[in-house]
C-alpha cells in the first residue's frame, strides 16, 4: 500500500545535491521511491554519493554540470528528459558570503548572482517546458531567513535569497495554469559540512564557542540538522501538499517570529 508522502514513480532533479542539505534530500527522496538526478558541479562528491544510494536498491544519477551555464543546464536536462519525465526541481546550488557592501566586492557579488539567482533562472527555465508538456510538476527553491528579514553582514546573500523568494512568487503565479506547484523553502543556520569549514577557517582556536554561539542564534537555542530541512522539502514535493504554491515557508528555529534581536 502507498504511504504518506511517497514519491514512487516521480523523478525529481536535485541541484547542489553532492552535500550537505542537497543530499540529505537526495537520500530521503531516494528512500521515498523516487528516481534522483543530481546537479552539481562537484564530480568527487556526486559520484561516491550516487554509488552509495544506488547499492542500497535506490535509482540515482549524477550529472556534472555548472548551474551558471545555461546551456550545460539545458544538456542535462535534456539527457535526464530522455529517460524520464521530471515531476520535481529543487534549486539547492548556492553559495555564501560574509560581509556587508563595503565589505563585498564586484566579483563576489557577481559570484553570488551567478549561482545563487542565475543558476535557479537556468535550471526552472530548462525544466518548465517539459513540465508544462506532461501536465504540471514541482518546483522548490531553497530561500533563507535571509529572504524576509535582515541578517548582519550578509549583504550579497540576503540579496540574492531575496531574489530568489520573487522569483518563487512569480513561477507560481505565472504557471497555475500548467499545474506546476512553486514554494520556497527558508532555513535559518543548518549545521553542515560548510558550517564547520567556515568556523574553522575564520575561527581558529575559537571552535567550540563560536559553534555554541551560532547555535544560540536561533531561539530554539540549536542549529536546525539537513534532514529536518529535507523532510520539509518531502511534504512540499509530495501529492499531499498539492494544494500548496506561492507560499515561503520557514524552518528557522523561531528566527524570524521570536528573535527580537
Do not use: W
Amino acid at each position: 500500500m502507498k504511504t504518506k508522502f511517497s514519491l514512487e514513480s516521480k523523478t525529481a532533479v536535485i541541484t547542489g545535491g553532492a552535500s550537505g542539505i542537497g543530499k540529505s534530500m537526495v537520500k530521503t527522496f531516494a528512500i521515498q521511491g523516487c528516481e534522483i538526478h543530481i546537479i552539481d558541479i562537484d564530480e568527487s562528491l556526486g559520484r561516491p554519493l550516487v554509488n552509495e544510494i544506488n547499492k542500497m536498491g535506490f535509482k540515482t544519477f549524477y550529472h556534472q554540470c555548472d548551474v551558471t551555464n545555461f546551456k550545460e543546464v539545458s544538456k542535462s536536462i535534456m539527457d535526464i528528459e530522455k529517460k524520464s519525465k521530471i515531476d520535481i526541481l529543487i534549486n539547492n546550488a548556492g553559495v555564501a558570503h560574509v560581509g556587508n557592501i563595503e565589505n563585498c566586492s564586484e566579483k563576489d557579488f557577481e559570484k553570488l548572482y551567478e549561482i545563487n539567482v542565475k543558476g535557479v533562472y537556468n535550471c526552472t527555465k530548462a525544466s518548465i517546458p517539459g513540465m508544462k508538456i506532461n501536465g504540471g510538476g514541482v518546483i522548490l527553491n531553497i530561500a533563507s531567513v535571509a529572504s524576509s528579514v535582515g541578517v548582519s553582514d550578509r549583504f550579497a546573500y540576503s540579496m540574492t535569497k531575496g531574489a530568489v523568494l520573487a522569483m518563487t512568487n512569480s513561477i507560481a503565479k505565472d504557471y497555475l495554469p500548467n499545474n506546476i506547484r512553486c514554494n520556497a523553502i527558508s532555513p535559518a543556520r543548518i549545521h553542515t559540512p560548510f558550517v564547520d569549514g567556515f568556523i574553522k577557517k575564520n575561527y581558529p582556536g575559537n571552535e567550540k564557542e563560536i559553534f555554541k554561539k551560532l547555535s544560540q542564534s536561533q531561539p530554539i537555542g540549536r542549529m536546525g540538522k539537513s534532514h529536518e530541512v529535507a523532510d520539509l522539502a518531502l511534504f512540499l514535493c509530495s501529492d499531499e501538499a498539492s494544494f500548496i504554491t506561492g507560499s515561503n515557508y520557514g524552518i528557522d528555529g523561531g528566527y524570524v517570529t521570536l528573535n527580537s534581536k
